[in-house]
Structures are given as C-alpha cells and as structure tokens.
C-alpha cells in the first residue's frame, strides 16, 4: 500500500461493513471519501459543517482534532446524536487515522 493512503472501515447504515483505502496527501474528509466509494452520504452543504448529513459515528479509539464549535452546533440540531458523533466533513484523512473505524448515522 502507498505510504500516503490509509485504510479506514465503514459500516453503512445496512450494518455492511467496507473497508476503504484513502489518501492523505489530498486534503480529503471522510464525507468526499464516502462518496468517492460510493456510499449513501449526501454533503449537502459541501463540507462547510452546515449540515449534518455527513454525520457518523466514530468506533475506534482514534485521537480525533477535537470537534469546532460550528459542528458542535450543527451536532446540537442533528437527529441521533451520540458521544462519539461526528460530521465527516469535519474528519481530515491523515496518516494517523489509519484503521478508523465509523458507523454512518440514521437520516
């Protein structure tokens, strides 16, 4: 595998578990990876944490850039919200990311 990709797990609203690869030399966010592969995730506002339909849940014990206060407040107004709730778009893919775990959230 490329020194610039990581390989992250997603299990989708079905229960399916994928297991993804992304770069992290391309400034991407969990949201445009998802749908790259594909997977039922609107980003409707674009990444700009303006909504929260990107929003999944984290599973493993990544140490995550702690959340801004326009997700927190996007959160706040989210359905389903848990602890470990996070807006994708918000999730930069870096090196250290390796072996994420996250559950998409119910729409």
């Known amino acids: 595998m490329n020194q610039d990709m990581i390989r992250l797990r997603v299990i989708d609203r079905e229960g399916v578990t994928r297991e993804l690869e992304g770069p992290t030399d391309m400034n991407m966010n969990m949201m445009e990876l998802c749908k790259a592969y594909g997977l039922p995730m609107e ?3 674009g990444g700009m944490a303006l909504c ?42 870096a090196p250290e990311l390796n072996g994420l775990v996250v559950k998409l959230a119910k729409e």
Do not use: K, W
Request: with cysteine; hydrophobic share 40%.
């Open 43 to 45: 980003g409707t506002c």
């Open 52 to 93: 929260a339909s990107c929003h999944m849940y984290v599973l493993s014990n990544h140490a995550l850039t702690p959340a801004s206060e326009d997700e927190e407040n996007m959160l706040d107004q989210a359905f389903f919200v848990e602890a470990n709730s996070r807006l994708g778009c918000q999730i930069r893919l």
